[in-house]
């Protein structure tokens, strides 16, 4: 009797010692982390989505270079850029969802009122806008964004000439493709809403979307995911910019203050710089600041990149000649303000369908603070003041 019971026991410790040595095994090749981070990110009852927050921040977004998780580099990885037209119209503050984007490119729309075309790519926002019309130089920015990237907007200039942004849609082959049109698509991809902000406002500020409705839109009526109908990926021949962690050395104070348009002070903007987060806060002509309306949260930008080009009027015979141009295609003069700090640059855009790149002043790619980046195009008669 004592014999077998000698025999259980040590029957019992090879037992435990060879699932010891398994689990150490099977640990070592599929860490806790690995194994969490393959689940995929929680669908939330608002249609977003949320990520484990407390997986490592190891892969860095292709578009501004902030680290995120695997498990969201996983569902990025699912998707292709989305550009967002939304309005900076006073009726439309405070917008929603630009707090969640990783690049803003910013331009006068007509009439010295301002637009965003917003880049969303490695986050959900759950709401955003209000979405409004095309512009065409908007369009060539967001053409260099990689193999048919998708267009968010409510229509957009359509007069005949060198402004007609809907033309140029077509004409590029992105009507009823990569262009997500809100007058082809409607409801529930793109709906109105006349009680957000609990003001009364005309119809034209009132139209919303969220990224996730976009990007499954795009993925259940286009057939455009990471890839194509012919499995070529959006990213072929996409270079991301050069970033990096920011300097332990700072910049403690500075105000950078933007008058695109000289006699517009509804749309002049002041960008303060806060040490602490290494960004700068953005505040209105009026020193109040500009809020996300989801997030309840000050806008903000780790960079910002002023962009000297030519603007002038189309012609092409619209209302008091309001659509413009600019001169976004070649190379001109860019100011750098990143930690700050004032750097002076150069922009350059080869064509169309080439990635906006911008230079240090010895002609090498600028490198980045991991961040959100925010281009805003100033004319000449613009002015750009440091404080």
Same mark, same amino acid.
């Given at each position: 009797?004592?014999?077998?019971?000698?025999? *259980?026991?040590?029957?019992?410790?090879?037992?435990?010692?060879?699932?010891?040595?398994?689990?150490?095994?099977?640990?070592?090749?599929?860490?806790?982390?690995?194994?969490?981070?393959?689940?995929?990110?929680?669908?939330?009852? #608002?249609?977003?989505?949320?990520?484990?927050?407390?997986?490592?921040?190891?892969?860095?977004?292709?578009?501004?270079?902030? !680290?995120?998780?695997?498990?969201?580099? *996983?569902?990025?990885?699912?998707?292709?850029?989305?550009?967002?037209?939304?309005?900076?119209?006073?009726?439309?503050?405070? %917008?929603?969802?630009?707090?969640?984007?990783? $690049?803003?490119?910013? *331009?006068?729309?007509?009439?010295?009122?301002?637009?965003?075309?917003?880049?969303?790519?490695?986050?959900?926002?759950?709401?955003?806008?209000?979405? &409004?019309?095309?512009?065409?130089?908007?369009?060539?920015?967001?053409? +260099?964004? +990689?193999?048919?990237?998708?267009?968010?907007?409510?229509?957009? /200039?359509?007069?005949?000439?060198? /402004?007609?942004?809907?033309?140029?849609?077509?004409?590029?082959?992105?009507? +009823?493709?990569?262009?997500?049109? %809100?007058?082809?698509?409607?409801?529930?991809?793109?709906?109105?809403?006349?009680? &957000?902000? +609990?003001?009364?406002?005309?119809?034209?500020?009132?139209?919303?979307?969220?990224?996730?409705?976009?990007?499954?839109?795009? !993925?259940?009526?286009?057939?455009?995911?990471?890839?194509?109908? #012919?499995?070529?990926?959006?990213?072929?021949?996409?270079?991301?910019?050069?970033? %990096?962690?920011?300097?332990? $050395?700072?910049?403690?104070?500075?105000?950078?203050?933007?008058?695109?348009?000289?006699?517009?002070?509804?749309?002049?903007?002041?960008?303060?710089?806060?040490?602490?987060?290494?960004?700068?806060? &953005?505040?209105?002509?009026?020193?109040?600041?500009?809020?996300?309306?989801?997030?309840?949260? $000050?806008?903000?930008?780790?960079?910002?990149?002023?962009?000297?080009? !030519?603007?002038?009027? /189309?012609?092409?015979?619209?209302?008091?000649?309001?659509?413009?141009?600019?001169?976004?295609?070649?190379?001109?003069?860019?100011?750098?303000?990143?930690?700050?700090? $004032?750097?002076?640059?150069?922009?350059?855009?080869?064509? &169309?369908?080439?990635?906006?790149?911008?230079?240090?002043?010895?002609?090498?790619?600028?490198?980045?603070?991991?961040?959100?980046?925010?281009?805003?195009?100033?004319?000449?008669?613009?002015?750009?003041?440091?404080?």
């Amino acid at each position: 009797m004592k014999k077998q019971t000698l025999i *259980a026991l040590i029957a019992v410790g090879i037992f435990g010692v060879s699932a010891g040595i398994s689990m150490y095994i099977f640990s070592a090749v599929f860490p806790p982390t690995r194994l969490i981070q393959t689940v995929p990110p929680t669908k939330l009852a #608002n249609g977003t989505v949320a990520f484990n927050p407390a997986l490592p921040k190891t892969q860095p977004c292709p578009m501004n270079g902030v !680290k995120y998780s695997t498990q969201q580099e *996983a569902w990025w990885k699912q998707h292709r850029p989305l550009i967002v037209m939304i309005e900076n119209s006073v009726d439309a503050r405070p %917008q929603s969802g630009i707090s969640y984007a990783d $690049q803003v490119f910013e *331009a006068v729309a007509e009439g010295g009122i301002t637009r965003f075309a917003v880049l969303f790519y490695c986050q959900d926002a759950p709401e955003i806008g209000p979405v &409004r019309s095309a512009r065409t130089y908007f369009i060539d920015f967001a053409s +260099g964004f +990689g193999a048919s990237p998708l267009y968010a907007h409510v229509g957009g /200039a359509n007069a005949a000439g060198p /402004a007609d942004a809907l033309g140029q849609l077509e004409q590029y082959g992105w009507a +009823g493709y990569n262009d997500l049109n %809100q007058f082809s698509i409607g409801f529930p991809a793109f709906w109105r809403d006349y009680t &957000r902000t +609990g003001k009364t406002v005309a119809t034209e500020h009132t139209m919303y979307s969220t990224t996730t409705k976009l990007w499954d839109f795009a !993925k259940t009526s286009r057939g455009l995911t990471n890839v194509d109908k #012919n499995g070529v990926a959006w990213d072929a021949n996409f270079v991301p910019y050069s970033f %990096q962690d920011p300097a332990s $050395q700072k910049g403690t104070t500075q105000k950078v203050s933007v008058q695109i348009w000289p006699d517009q002070n509804d749309y002049f903007v002041n960008w303060v710089y806060d040490v602490m987060s290494n960004t700068y806060k &953005r505040f209105d002509g009026n020193n109040s600041p500009y809020i996300d309306f989801d997030t309840k949260k $000050q806008l903000s930008a780790t960079t910002l990149v002023i962009l000297k080009m !030519k603007e002038e009027n /189309a012609s092409d015979g619209y209302l008091n000649n309001e659509h413009l141009l600019y001169d976004d295609i070649g190379v001109g003069n860019a100011t750098i303000f990143m930690e700050g700090k $004032q750097i002076n640059g150069t922009w350059k855009k080869a064509s &169309r369908t080439a990635q906006l790149t911008i230079y240090s002043a010895n002609g090498s790619p600028f490198p980045f603070d991991r961040g959100l980046i925010w281009f805003t195009i100033v004319p000449p008669e613009g002015t750009v003041s440091v404080q």
